[in-house]
């Protein structure tokens, strides 16, 4: 089973690090000068003690969308994907087909044994 950092991953693998370093290390200095704008945005319209009361309760709804989001990607992953109803002339599309698979397929042979335990 692989792992959802591995594809990305595999593109550095063999050159050097070099763009895993310079890319994590701009990302960290992007993410700091935005969250010091947003701190000193907030203390000038002295909201920041309301903004950190409220992190807690939107970092725990992005929790649940996260999660939900990943319940849905292993669940489409699966094939069990959940789609809308289909409209009407897509049943009837889907029926017909159905009918002619009925009459054109055969059924299948069984095949060797292969249950080789004694």
């Excluded at 701009?26 to 903004?51: C, H, R, T």
């Excluded at 939107?58 to 929790?63: M, P, Y």
Aim: aromatic share 14%; with cysteine.
């Amino acid at each position: 089973m692989s792992s959802l950092g591995e594809h990305p991953y595999d593109h550095f693998k063999d050159r050097r690090y070099a763009g895993i370093f310079w890319s994590t290390l701009v990302g960290m200095f992007v993410l700091l000068l935005v969250g010091f704008f947003l701190v000193a945005i907030l203390y000038q319209l002295e909201m920041l003690k309301s903004f950190l009361m409220a992190l807690p309760v939107v970092g725990f709804l992005w929790g649940v969308w996260l999660a939900l989001k990943f319940r849905r990607f292993r669940r489409c992953r699966s094939g069990k994907c959940p789609r809308g109803p289909l409209s009407r002339d897509e049943m009837r599309v889907a029926r017909s087909k159905l009918r002619n698979e009925r009459t054109t397929i055969q059924p299948a042979s069984p095949g060797p044994d292969t249950d080789l335990r004694y």
